[in-house]
């Protein structure tokens, strides 16, 4: 089978499809999906904001407190034609669209969130300009509005952040790519001071293209950003950087697959215990990709594939060394266009699928997961279709123990 193709067939990944392609949208949804009756010790959907009829995306997710979450998106702006950043806010009872800027009349998106305080809140992305040149959006919370924060574009033509980490209020980190004048992807790196965003030099993998798809931060000093790395044949190979203080270094990491092999996300609790997901390429199938930093190298960790067709997780999220959360996809053989969320669960042993809900008939994803801080709650969030596969609505999903 050819694995391009049949990435394309399941529209996944998503989110990254839609940003090397260059094609990555207020007030309360009228459209929401019915909530699974709350079960502690189980993942439980909950309710969220539908802004648009037809196209509701949900990215990324952090967490302050139980009544105090925030996640971001987009959707489409059906009067308009036009795609939105969509801005959700968890109170404690329910999900809510909050207002913020759009500087695109076109096409605007959100990838990640991170959250500080309920006054300092950063989020990143891309928008579309007039001459249709793809720049970076970074957009700030300071506990009453969300603002536009001038943020630098090193190509002339496209450039996109799709992952923030805060170590403070003046120590910001997100990571991108940009694309130069040979149609290269580099890795885009942006540091805020607490007064301005600049880049920060990365590098990039002799002869392919460079993406940074996520970013930690453990101290100022130990930082670490991973994606995946095409050649002029399209095929991808894992990508690993590492922050020491002074500058970005790549650091080898595994690829199970020559053709296909990514990482999406990556979560730290200490320097010597770091992990990153993804997935690779095996015989016509896709496999779930986890690997393990100990301290000197990264080492593929074995995790289950529920999926007889696909398995792909898409972030990661630690609570403690045996408390790991990641989450997906699974696609199963007989349905080769739809696809179910995929949990899975490391307890310090191993990783484990956990049961999770998915919504009526059509595909379902999980992009993102976050812990609520001091507790061993969890939230995930992303999206299902309908029962056509065409409309796209906003997924939440909790987990309470």
Partial sequence: MDMKKYMKLLGFPTLI???????????????????????????????????????????????????????????????????????????????????????????????????????????????????????TLIEHWNGTTWKVVASPNPSASFNTLSSITAISANN????GFSVDTNGFRKTLVEHWNGRQWSVVDSPNLPGRSSVLNSIVAISANDIWAVGDAPDANGDYITLSEHWNGTMWKIVTSPNPSSTFSHLYGVTALAPNNVWAVGFYASVDTFKSLVIHWNGSKWNVVSSPNPGTDSNVLNAVTALSATNIWAVGYKLNSGTTSTTRTLIEHWNGTKWSVVASPSVGTGSNFLSNITGMPGTNNVWAVGYYYDSSNSNPHTLTENYRP
């Avoid at 404690?92 to 076109?106: I, L, R």
């Fill in 172 to 175: 910001i980190w997100a990571v």
């Fill in 17 to 135: 499809m839609a940003l090397l392609l260059g094609v990555f949208l207020m007030s309360a949804g009228t459209n929401v999906q019915a909530a699974s009756p709350v079960v502690p010790g189980t993942w439980n959907v909950v309710p969220s904001a539908n802004p648009s009829t037809t196209e509701n995306t949900l990215l990324g997710v952090a967490a302050l407190r139980s009544s105090d979450i925030w996640a971001v998106g987009y959707y489409h702006n059906d009067s308009f034609n036009s795609t939105r950043a969509l801005i959700e806010r968890w109170n404690g009872t329910q999900w809510k669209t909050v207002a913020h800027p759009n500087p695109s009349t076109t096409s605007n998106f959100l990838y990640h969130v991170v959250a500080l305080s309920g006054s300092d809140v950063w989020a990143v992305g891309r928008y579309t300009d007039s001459n249709f040149n793809q720049l």
